[in-house]
């Protein structure tokens, strides 16, 4: 499953989506599958130059069924309004394509491939804005989560809710008897990929505190907490919110101290010591 296609070197192919094309072949819909393709990589496209206009690093664009993903590190370590306009710009392109295809069908008149082009439009459309991790209504779910919730708790409720939309989908499907063998391989390909992000979820969250140690103070709301001298430096890290910066408050002996959370940033990526106290971080006379 990890073998991929280098179409160039940006553009890898999934191996998913040769199993598509195989199925293809074998059914006689080969015009269906240039024009799904065509529509994919369109839609990736519209992703990928909207990433690289923001000087995004990206490592590749994956295409898969029904879509497709702009691999990079980037994600979650930039601003809202740069992650909300690469995600949409996918999305968009599909909305030029609407428009092409009335112009094609009132220009040269109805054909079965354009008839074809706009189901498969819809299609891909619709299926990335489900709120499903890792497609694009999934991350538009987590961006959102994230603006409201700790990084850590908008991390799980969005896979979380993620699975339970493809649990009742999968239901729905198995009672209507609509299940296909390309929503097979769909289905388990997106119950994979949210089992890998659920088991990588605690790098992902260490990976946000580094950039977020790294860009220094956010204008963002200020909140107090007061914690225990002896709470552990990483326990504090979930506490972490992209729009809001946290001052911890601990008493001890000597009296009470504020211990701010690019301190405890530095400290915990810098001191190499996972069990390392918030007392320690208490400035001695």
Same mark, same amino acid.
Not at 127 to 135: A, E, G, I, R, S
Not at 207 to 234: D, F, N, Q, S
Not at 243 to 254: E, I, P, Q, T
Not at 263 to 280: I, M, R, S
């Given at each position: 499953?990890?073998?991929?296609?280098?179409?160039?070197?940006? +553009?890898?192919?999934?191996?998913?989506?040769?199993?598509?094309?195989?199925?293809? /072949?074998?059914?006689?819909? /080969?015009?269906?599958? /240039?024009?799904?393709?065509?529509?994919? !990589?369109?839609?990736?496209?519209? =992703?990928?130059?909207?990433?690289?206009?923001?000087?995004?690093?990206?490592?590749?664009?994956?295409?898969? %069924?029904?879509?497709?993903?702009?691999?990079?590190?980037?994600?979650?370590?930039?601003?809202?309004? $740069?992650?909300?306009?690469?995600?949409?710009?996918?999305? +968009?392109? =599909?909305?030029?394509?609407?428009?092409?295809?009335?112009?094609?069908?009132?220009?040269?008149?109805?054909?079965?491939?354009? *008839?074809?082009?706009?189901?498969?439009?819809?299609? !891909?459309? %619709?299926?990335?804005?489900?709120?499903?991790?890792?497609?694009?209504?999934?991350?538009?779910?987590?961006?959102? %989560?994230?603006?409201?919730? *700790?990084?850590?708790?908008?991390?799980?409720? #969005?896979?979380? +809710?993620?699975?339970?939309? /493809?649990?009742?989908?999968?239901?729905?499907? *198995? !009672? $209507?008897?609509?299940?296909?063998?390309? &929503?097979?391989?769909?289905?388990?390909?997106?119950?994979? $990929?949210?089992?890998?992000?659920?088991?990588?979820? #605690?790098? #992902?969250?260490?990976?946000?505190?580094?950039?977020?140690?790294?860009?220094?103070?956010?204008?963002?709301? $200020?909140?107090?907490?007061?914690?225990?001298?002896?709470?552990?430096?990483?326990?504090?890290?979930?506490?972490?919110?992209?729009?809001?910066?946290?001052?911890?408050?601990?008493?001890?002996?000597? &009296?009470?101290?504020?211990?701010?959370?690019?301190?405890?940033? =530095?400290?915990?990526?810098?001191?190499?010591?996972?069990?390392?106290?918030?007392?320690?971080?208490?400035?001695?006379?």
């Amino acid at each position: 499953m990890n073998r991929r296609l280098k179409l160039t070197e940006d +553009f890898h192919i999934h191996p998913l989506f040769f199993l598509l094309a195989a199925s293809a /072949i074998l059914t006689g819909a /080969i015009y269906d599958f /240039i024009i799904l393709f065509s529509i994919v !990589v369109i839609h990736e496209l519209g =992703h990928y130059r909207m990433a690289k206009r923001f000087g995004w690093r990206v490592e590749r664009v994956e295409i898969w %069924l029904f879509g497709g993903a702009v691999v990079s590190e980037e994600h979650n370590t930039r601003p809202f309004r $740069e992650q909300l306009y690469v995600i949409l710009a996918g999305p +968009f392109q =599909h909305v030029w394509m609407f428009g092409l295809l009335i112009l094609s069908d009132q220009i040269f008149g109805p054909h079965s491939l354009l *008839t074809a082009a706009f189901y498969y439009n819809g299609l !891909v459309l %619709l299926f990335n804005l489900l709120p499903v991790w890792p497609l694009d209504g999934g991350k538009l779910l987590f961006y959102c %989560l994230n603006r409201s919730m *700790t990084f850590k708790n908008a991390q799980a409720y #969005t896979l979380i +809710f993620s699975i339970g939309v /493809i649990g009742v989908a999968s239901l729905w499907m *198995t !009672v $209507e008897a609509r299940w296909t063998l390309p &929503g097979i391989w769909l289905t388990a390909f997106l119950l994979i $990929e949210n089992r890998i992000e659920w088991k990588r979820r #605690t790098y #992902t969250l260490l990976r946000y505190c580094l950039y977020r140690m790294k860009a220094g103070e956010e204008p963002v709301r $200020e909140k107090l907490i007061h914690v225990r001298p002896e709470t552990k430096v990483r326990e504090l890290l979930k506490n972490i919110h992209s729009r809001r910066s946290h001052f911890y408050v601990l008493k001890d002996g000597a &009296g009470s101290y504020i211990v701010n959370e690019q301190t405890c940033l =530095h400290a915990y990526f810098n001191e190499g010591d996972a069990d390392l106290l918030v007392k320690d971080l208490i400035p001695t006379a």
